[in-house]
C-alpha cells in the first residue's frame, strides 16, 4: 500500500510572526498590506474570522478587520523556518515534494505497514514541529496524494486526518463538490445546476453526463470523486517559466490577428499562474516567420503579476514595437511566456495594472 501525508503549515508566514512575537499572539495578524498598495500576504486565524484572506488588498482587509495588526513580511526569516520544517519532513520520507515553503506531500510507503504505522509518523511529524519551530501544521494521511490533501484541509488548523482505504468513500461522499481539485467556481456552477452538490454525488453521476459537461476533462472528475489518483510524490523541480505557442496553417500578415491571438495566450497563462500559485515578472514574445529565425523580446516588470491585463498589455507592447519597424509580415508561430516566477510568500509587489508608457 502507499503511504501519503500531507503536511501544511497553519496560516504560516502569521504564525510564525506570533511566535516571534508574543504581543501578536491571538489578535487578528496581517502580514503585509500596510503600503496603500499592498497585498496581506497571509492572515492569522483570528484575523481570518474577519474575513480577511491572502492576497487581499490590504485596504480591503483595514475596511474588514481596522484593529488588525499590520506586519512586515519577513520573507528571509520565512525560509529559514521553511528549511528546519523540510529538515524534519526529509527525516521521515524518501521523498518528500514540496508545494511551497510550507507545504509538501511525503511518500513514507518504505516504512510503513499499516495505518496505525501512518499514523505515528504523522504524529511525530506534528510533534517535531510544535518543539522546533513551535508552529502547528495540519497533517493529512492516506494512500494517494488527493486523499492526503483533502485529509489535512478537513480540520485546519491542527488538523490530524487518516483515511484509510476502506473509509474513502465515507470521507469524500459528504464534501462538497468545490473541495475537489480541478472543480473551480465555474464547474461548480455547472454541476450544481445538474443537481450535484456533493462528491457522492458525482461520483454516482453517469459518465456521459460529465463527459457532456465537461469534455475529457469529465473523466478525471469522475475518478477523482471515487478518491482514485496514482501520481507519485516526486521532488518537484522549479518551474522556471511557462508558455504557450501557436503555429498558423497560414502565415499571418496583419498586426490584429496577431493582438488576437496574443490576448488568448495571456488569459492562458494568467489561468495556470492562478492554479499553480505563481506570479510572473518577466513577459516574453516570440514570433516566427517562414523567412526569418524565431526571436524573442523580453520585458521585465517592476513587480510580480498573475494578471492576464498586465500580460497581455506588455505582450501587445513588445509585438508592436516589433512590427513598428518593418513595412510587412507574414507570422507563422506566435508564443508569450512569462518567467522570473516566484510564490505568493516571495513577491514584494504585485501589479494590478499596467502603467501606461
Ligand atoms: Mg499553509
Redesign the pocket.
Known sequence: MRAIIHV?????YASVEQHDNPQLRGRPVMVGGGGPRGVVAAASYEARQFGVRSAMPGRVARRLCPHGMFVKARFARYREVSEQIFAIFHRHADQVEGL?L??AYLDVSSAVASGSELESIGRALKREIGSICGLTA?VGMAHNKLLAKLASDYDKPDGFVLVRPEDTRRFLDPLPVRRIPGIGPRSAERLHDAGIYTVGQLRRTAPALLEELFGRHGIDLARRAAGLDDRPVKAERIRRSISQETTFDQDHTTLGALEAVLLEQAEDLAATLARKQLFARTVTVKLRSSGFSTLTRSRSLDGHTCQSEVIAGVGLELLRSWAEWRSGFAVRLIGLGVSTLAGLGEVERIIHTLDPG
Open positions: 501544511d503549515m497553519d496560516a504560516f511551497s510550507d507545504e495540519s
